[in-house]
């Protein structure tokens, strides 16, 4: 069974979420600043952060990602239009904004390229 936990920031009007995504691995969502909530909601479930995405650029926070990602070694993904200027994997639009597509095309979200050297 998949497990979710949310992480509101109303002062923010953010959310972000810690996914279980096998037995022990956990995916993190749009993490704010503030890591080590997540890095302990991990720990207590005896999860490691394998995987990070940013669904969209955030014009109204700093977001925790890169820093999860050198704490935790997980991968860092975000979609190509973003532009970004540090290292990080690309992925699918339908894999960062599921809301707003069809269904996912046959491959895999890990199939992007490290890529984001500007």
């Known amino acids: 069974m998949m497990k979710v936990i949310p992480f509101v920031r109303e002062g923010l009007g953010n959310s972000s979420y810690l996914i279980q995504v ?23 479930r005896g999860w490691q952060i394998m995987s990070i995405f940013e669904t969209h650029l955030h014009a109204d926070f700093v977001s925790g990602a890169r820093e999860v ?42 199939s992007g390229q490290a890529t984001g050297t500007c």
């Open 22 to 44: 096998g037995e022990k691995e956990a995916a993190l969502i749009n993490p704010d600043r503030s890591v080590d909530r997540y890095l302990k909601a991990a720990e207590e």
């Open 69 to 110: 990602a050198h704490r935790t070694d997980a991968k860092l993904y975000a979609p190509a239009q973003a532009q970004l200027c540090f290292p990080h994997r690309t992925a699918p639009l339908w894999l960062t904004a599921p809301k707003a597509c069809a269904p996912p095309p046959p491959y895999p979200f890990w």
